[in-house]
């Protein structure tokens, strides 16, 4: 069963937005880092999951320095739901994107991260 589940994904042109969402009933993201992550399409496997954006503990936000700008990660504690709000968005932005929390670590690299969603597909197209 699914413990993060993140939803909002689609398929939108080159210079549009998409919102996506993660929610969960089991992990409380006030005690938690949470993070959004990427992995484009046709990579080697193994290849590492990309950073996109995390908020830590204390409600600060890092990005990464391709979307910084265009991208806003924010949480609802009342909702315990995490989100990003992604705008002119770009051919490069197209992956499966997934939410990830941890209780201990606040890295920047997936195996910082113990839990993590099934993904949600982001296509831009010209």
């Known amino acids: 069963q699914d413990q993060l589940v993140e939803s909002g994904g689609g398929s939108v042109l080159a210079g549009g937005s998409l919102t996506l969402s993660c929610a969960t009933s089991?992990?409380?993201?006030?005690?938690?880092?949470m993070a959004w992550f990427r992995q484009a399409p046709g990579q080697a496997p193994g290849t590492e999951r990309e950073a996109v954006a995390k908020l830590d503990r204390d409600g600060i936000a890092t990005y990464a320095t391709s979307v910084k700008g265009r991208f806003t990660i924010s949480k609802d504690i009342a909702k315990n739901a995490l989100f990003l709000r992604m705008n002119s968005l770009q051919l490069d932005d197209t992956a499966i994107y997934y939410c990830?929390?941890?209780?201990?670590?606040?890295?920047?690299?997936?195996?910082?991260?113990?839990?993590w969603g099934q993904g949600t597909q982001v296509t831009v197209s010209s």
């Open positions: 990830a929390t941890d209780e201990r670590d606040c890295g920047w690299v997936g195996s910082d991260f113990g839990h």
């Open positions: 089991v992990y409380t993201f006030t005690s938690s880092c």
